[in-house]
């Protein structure tokens, strides 16, 4: 069983800053991408950035240059570091782990106020 919590949501100000952070837990493959997904309410699921176990990482256009993913393999930890927040990115953020399934955490939500 693979657990994944998150970590870090909150509420901030536009132009602000916040990091989540997601610590995976139980028995997957190694090679594997960790990364974020994001639902704002009446839209669908989205990627907003991911990141393999060997550093390759992929970003949703409207996140480039504002967001940052990174893990920790020893720690089985993956990270997204958010600035210049905009009242767009507000939704419940929730990690993911893709290896041979796929997993998910409850999810943590963003809020940026204009």
């Known amino acids: 069983q693979v657990e994944l919590v998150e970590s870090g949501g909150g509420l901030v100000q536009a132009g602000g800053s916040l990091r989540l952070a997601c610590v995976a837990s139980?028995?997957?493959?190694?090679?594997?991408?960790m990364g974020w997904y994001r639902q704002a309410p009446g839209k669908q699921r989205e990627l907003v950035a991911a990141?393999?176990?060997?550093?390759?990482?992929n970003y949703a256009t409207s996140v480039k240059g504002r967001f940052t993913v990174s893990r920790d393999n020893a720690k089985n930890t993956v990270y997204l570091q958010m600035d210049s927040l905009k009242p767009e990115d507000t939704a419940v953020y929730y990690c993911?782990?893709?290896?041979?399934?796929?997993?998910w955490g409850q999810g943590t939500q963003v809020t940026v106020s204009s």
């Open positions: 990141i393999s176990a060997g550093g390759d990482t």
């Open positions: 139980g028995s997957f493959f190694r090679f594997n991408v």
């Open positions: 993911n782990l893709r290896s041979l399934s796929n997993y």
